[in-house]
């Protein structure tokens, strides 16, 4: 197996895991108490996006673990799929330090520790999806 290969299947199974995580989110970060105060409206356009992102994040990773053959092959599908992914999670990092106040986890050891990690975890997969876009060229 080729190394691009080898992290696109990697990067595919990580996203699968992150994307079934988010059923132990709402628990974890108290969304029924929080949500609470919402109208159902909102309540309710908050769970189903939830659940979208969620979605979209295991079949991201489905594409990158089951059809790796697929996405490296040189098509201009390949290179639209793959340059979407590219930009969701440029727009992720970007999130991760821009659309979150500082304050959530500068001072707290576990929040900060979390950050990074999952700072990594999106350029990680920025890097996969990137090496694997430029390789279509």
């Known amino acids: 197996m080729l190394p691009l290969e080898l992290h696109l299947k990697l990067a595919g199974l990580l ?12 628990q974890r970060f108290g969304w029924k108490e929080e949500l609470e105060r919402l109208s159902l409206l909102n309540r309710q356009i908050f769970y189903v996006h939830a659940f979208f992102i969620a979605l979209i994040v ?14 490296i092959e040189k098509t201009a599908l390949a290179r639209v799929v793959l340059g979407g992914i590219l930009i969701f999670w440029i727009c992720r990092l970007w999130i991760q330090f821009f659309g979150y106040d500082t304050s959530l986890w500068k001072g707290d050891r576990f929040n900060t520790v979390v950050h ?3 700072s990594l975890l999106w350029t990680y ?9 430029w390789r279509q060229f």
């Open 15 to 26: 996203l699968i895991l992150l994307g079934l995580s988010h059923v132990f989110f709402a």
């Open 58 to 71: 295991v079949l991201f990773g489905a594409l990158a673990l089951f059809y790796t053959d697929t996405l």
């Open 116 to 118: 990074v990690l999952f």
């Open 125 to 133: 997969f920025i890097g996969v999806f990137c090496w694997a876009f």
